[in-house]
């Protein structure tokens, strides 16, 4: 059986990369290790939204998911990062329905901004975290070494 540890969405950020600004989530664990996973704009902003709790007047595609699920009684129990393939993480969400769980597969961002409109818990694989995670304090001193850089 894998082992899990839970995380939170710290923050939605961009950084520049080669190919123009990427957006990032920063998920954390107790530990203080953070995971960093670029998604789209589109899904960033979704989840920024759902971070700050505002809810556009028309929903966007997860409002609608979420929706759609809360209309057929179905529940989002947690979603889970679960392996890298090709530098791609892997990642599904666990629904709960009367008739039982389900696991249906996504990407981290779909599943992410579910389960944060859902009040769900994330969980990454502890292999995930030891092999692809950063310590907070070493993300913060790289941050603290660029900005002196750009003066």
Known sequence: MEEFVKVRVSGVAQVDTPFGPTPILLLEDDRER????????VE???IALALSGVRPPVPNTHDFMKDILDEI??????GEIYDI?????LARVILESGKG???INGRPSDIIALAVRSGADIYVTEDIMQRASIEKSA?????????????
């Open 85 to 89: 393939q090709s530098n791609r993480f």
């Open 139 to 151: 993300l913060l001193k790289e941050k603290e070494e660029g900005e002196g850089i750009e003066e």
């Open 44 to 46: 960033a902003s979704s």
């Open 101 to 103: 769980e389900s696991t």
């Open 34 to 41: 953070v995971l960093v996973i670029a998604v789209g704009g």
């Open 73 to 78: 009684n179905i529940k989002v129990k947690r």
